[in-house]
């Protein structure tokens, strides 16, 4: 059970961080009071295999920095009944850049994106005003000790 890793661009910088992200992956489950004996996989890709699944999936026809494909849909009530989440799939090259925009350590970026993905697989979702303000607060409490 955990959270397994994937890095298909073989960043070896990226590598130092999973420590970090293995901290904040049973953090989530931690703060959302829920046992953490589930699996979800990340996957560390280029901007190209991004664009790829944004178009196939979302008919999206750009990069973006991080996709998931949950195993459940919905209110996030059904995930319980699954031990595996899903994939996030975070872009590499979007973890450097968003860094360096923002003004913040690649360690910090790539943590982000990854809990960001892991409540997407949980349910969450910030498509309405209200459900985003629901997210973004638990992936700043999740966060908050992060530099």
Do not use: W
């Not at 890095?7 to 590598?15: A, F, G, I, S």
């Not at 910030?126 to 985003?132: G, I, L, N, Q």
């Amino acid at each position: 059970m955990g959270l397994h890793i994937k890095n298909l661009v073989k960043d070896k910088e990226l590598r130092a961080f999973y420590p970090d992200l293995r901290k904040y992956f049973k953090k989530t489950f931690e703060v959302l009071g829920i046992d953490s004996d589930y699996d979800v996989s990340l996957i560390i890709v280029d901007p190209q295999k991004t664009q790829e699944l944004n178009r196939e999936f979302r008919s999206i026809d750009r990069p973006t920095d991080v996709i998931t494909f949950a195993e459940i849909d919905g209110d996030g009530d059904d995930f319980e009944d699954e031990l595996y989440l899903g994939d996030i799939f975070v872009n590499r090259a979007a973890v450097y850049d968003q860094a360096k925009e923002y003004g913040h350590s690649v360690k910090r970026e790539f943590c982000f994106l990854f809990v960001h993905g892991l409540l997407h697989t949980l349910g969450y979702d910030h498509m309405e005003k209200d459900d985003e303000k629901v997210m973004f607060d638990l992936q700043k409490k999740i966060l908050e000790d992060l530099r």
